[in-house]
């Protein structure tokens, strides 16, 4: 919660509304000072406060307490991707890390490897397209060979495996909740 400023959110959504720091004063009925040490910050709202300050300016008394977010920490460069190689297969994270409730990342499988040995499972959620290539995936007792434009979704708990036994690279991008890995 470190990210939070009441203050500057009230403020925003006065200036947002059009209300001078008076007017909204008024309409909240808190004295204009009041509402000015809110908005610099030396003064914290009670949550009565804040109940009436969101009725006048219209929003959910919850977005005063939302944490701001960094659009540039959302932000992934291609020569910024994080790397890493297990047993021969590359991943590139799409995502900025493994935190939050989704992850993706690019899986570039070489000809002649498999994921694993044998099918594997975990609790996230998974859906999967082939960008490149083509790829056998095993799904508990199937076995499904996917192309270019391919996708499949993956069950929390099933039984999987991805095997490249073709010529080529395949390279598949994939996105898992929650993240796991």
Same mark, same amino acid.
């Given at each position: 919660?470190?990210?939070?400023?009441?203050?500057?959110? *009230?403020?925003?959504?006065?200036?947002?509304?059009?209300?001078?720091?008076? /007017?909204?004063?008024?309409?909240?009925?808190?004295?204009? +000072?009041?509402?000015?040490?809110?908005?610099?910050?030396?003064? %914290?709202?009670?949550?009565?406060?804040?109940?009436?300050?969101?009725?006048?300016? &219209?929003?959910? =008394? #919850?977005? #005063?307490?939302?944490?701001?977010? %960094?659009?540039? &920490?959302?932000?992934?460069? #291609? %020569? /910024?991707?994080?790397?890493? *190689?297990?047993?021969?297969? +590359?991943?590139?994270?799409?995502?900025?890390? #493994? =935190?939050?409730?989704?992850?993706?990342?690019?899986? %570039?499988?070489?000809?002649? =490897?498999?994921?694993?040995?044998?099918?594997? /499972?975990?609790?996230?959620? /998974?859906?999967?397209?082939?960008?490149?290539?083509?790829?056998?995936?095993?799904?508990?007792?199937?076995?499904?060979?996917?192309?270019?434009?391919?996708? *499949?979704?993956?069950?929390?708990?099933?039984?999987?495996?991805?095997?490249?036994? !073709?010529?080529?690279?395949? *390279?598949?991008?994939?996105?898992?909740?929650?993240?796991? !890995?």
């Amino acid at each position: 919660m470190e990210n939070i400023d009441i203050g500057k959110k *009230v403020e925003k959504f006065r200036k947002e509304k059009g209300y001078s720091s008076r /007017e909204l004063a008024r309409i909240a009925e808190i004295t204009p +000072s009041m509402l000015s040490q809110i908005e610099r910050g030396i003064a %914290n709202p009670s949550i009565q406060t804040l109940k009436v300050l969101a009725k006048a300016l &219209d929003v959910p =008394t #919850f977005s #005063f307490l939302l944490e701001e977010t %960094n659009t540039e &920490d959302l932000v992934v460069r #291609f %020569n /910024e991707r994080k790397h890493m *190689v297990v047993e021969n297969i +590359s991943y590139e994270l799409l995502s900025l890390d #493994f =935190t939050g409730t989704l992850a993706a990342a690019i899986m %570039n499988i070489p000809p002649d =490897t498999s994921s694993s040995e044998k099918l594997l /499972e975990h609790k996230g959620e /998974e859906v999967a397209y082939v960008l490149a290539g083509k790829i056998k995936v095993y799904l508990d007792e199937a076995e499904y060979i996917l192309e270019a434009g391919d996708s *499949v979704k993956i069950p929390a708990y099933m039984k999987h495996k991805w095997e490249n036994t !073709f010529d080529e690279k395949a *390279v598949i991008l994939f996105s898992v909740t929650p993240p796991s !890995f």
